[in-house]
Every structure is written in structure tokens, then in C-alpha cells.
């Protein structure tokens, strides 16, 4: 079955403009993660969807939000750039969302975003 | 701050196998053990995964020890293809999900 779908590949905004990243998750799969990963920080959680509700959000400004449609594809856009956000920007999804049980996430091959 | 601590490298021979250790010492009784590794300029890849008991599949083994305070990932027969950054991770329901820096694991021909 097709894998986790990250659109646009690659993408160079300018500082202060904003950017909407795309994300489709694997057929049946109803939770959606969002991570952003820096040479300097490493792999960072953003935030996780699951059935078009947030259920958890990591250490990011208000800049950065996300939201998840019915058909859970999810989107995740950042305000007003700054030269910091460049970084990939990997999406993963899980068949459901992890409440007491364990599931695997399976990523995207990313979203390289370059701010200039 | 991590839950889990790695090396931040290792080597192994190519053929030979690849023992990955990682420590977990303040893990919750419900909190599993995932291990993902990314290969360069990809994104991660889900390798195995446990609670309490060992566990095994066609990728690789995951001995967790009995007072689960720590793990070791088990590649049987590294190829040059395992060189990636091997991720450890400890993780529960609404919990943030914390990917330390891992172990850089370069398999040498």
C-alpha cells in the first residue's frame, strides 16, 4: 500500500512569509504527527492529530499550528517565517493514536523548507 | 529533556552484529520502548518496538531488561545498508514524543 505523502518536497519561502505543508497518511491511518528536524536540535515534535482533534503539542510558538480534515490528510502552516523554521519537516502516521497501547509511526520522506 | 540516553556512535564489521544499547532508566510501567533509525536525508523507519518481554522480528531483536531500566537493539548481521542514526525511544499515550540524539551506527565493509 502507498506510504506517507509529503507535499511539496522542497520549498524556499522568504523571512515573513507563511507556508502550508501537506501531509497524507497511509490508507486507514487516523493519527497524524508532525516533527521538524535541525542540525543543531535534532527530531522535535510539533504535534499529533487524531481524528481532526490535537491530542499533544510540543515546544513550538504560536507561529506554528496544524489542522487534520476528515479524510485525516493533515496540513501544518508556519507564520511570518523566520530563518530558524528552515529544517525538514517529517510527517508520520500512526493507525490510531497512542492511548495505552503501542503502535508504530510510519514517516514521510519529509518537506525540506529553506527560509532566505 | 531525553528519556533515554544512547552513545552517540558506533562501529560494527560488516557481517557481524550490531548490539545498540540504550538506557531508560526513568521509564513508567507503561511506556514502550520504540526503535527507529534514519538513513541519511530520509525520514525515520519504525524498527521494532517492546514493553517488557523480548521481542523479535525480521529487521532486528529488542532485549529489554527485567527491571526495564535499559534496552539493546540487536542487528544479527549488519550490511553496509544499516549505517543510519538508530533512534531509542520511551513513550506513552499523550506524552511527547522525545527522539534524543541517537547512536550514528557506521557498519565497515
Known amino acids: 500500500k502507498a506510504g506517507v505523502t509529503q507535499t511539496p518536497r522542497y520549498l524556499i519561502k522568504t523571512r515573513g512569509q507563511q507556508v502550508t505543508l501537506s501531509c497524507s497518511p497511509i490508507?486507514?491511518?487516523?493519527?497524524v504527527s508532525w516533527y521538524q528536524q535541525t542540525p543543531g536540535q535534532g527530531l522535535q515534535f510539533l504535534f499529533e492529530?487524531?481524528?481532526?482533534?490535537?491530542?499533544n503539542k510540543g515546544n513550538f510558538p504560536g507561529r506554528f499550528s496544524g489542522r487534520q480534515f476528515s479524510n485525516s490528510r493533515s496540513e501544518m502552516n508556519v507564520s511570518t517565517l523566520e530563518l530558524g523554521d528552515s529544517a525538514l519537516y517529517l510527517c508520520?502516521?500512526?493507525?490510531?493514536?497512542?492511548?495505552?497501547?503501542?503502535?508504530?509511526?510510519?514517516f514521510g520522506q519529509g518537506t525540506r523548507l529553506t527560509v532566505v | 529533556d531525553a528519556k533515554t540516553t544512547q552513545p552517540p556512535s558506533m562501529d560494527c564489521a560488516e557481517g557481524r552484529a550490531a548490539n545498540l544499547p540504550c538506557n531508560h532508566s526513568?521509564?513508567?510501567?507503561?511506556?514502550?520502548v520504540y526503535w527507529y533509525r534514519q538513513i541519511h536525508s530520509q525520514g525515520p523507519q519504525y524498527i521494532i518496538h517492546?514493553?517488557?518481554n523480548n521481542e523479535t522480528n525480521e529487521m532486528a531483536s529488542l532485549i529489554i531488561t527485567e527491571d526495564r531500566k535499559s534496552s539493546t537493539l540487536i542487528l544479527p548481521h549488519a550490511t553496509l545498508r544499516d549505517t543510519a542514526v538508530y533512534y531509542c525511544i520511551a513513550e506513552t499515550s499523550y506524552d511527547k514524543v522525545i527522539f534524543g540524539p541517537g547512536t550514528s551506527l557506521s557498519v565497515i565493509p
Open positions: 508520520a502516521s500512526s493507525l490510531i493514536a497512542r492511548q495505552g497501547g503501542s503502535t508504530e509511526a510510519f
Open positions: 526513568t521509564i513508567s510501567g507503561n511506556e514502550y
Open positions: 490508507s486507514g491511518h487516523r493519527s
Open positions: 492529530y487524531f481524528s481532526e482533534t490535537q491530542r
Open positions: 517492546g514493553l517488557k
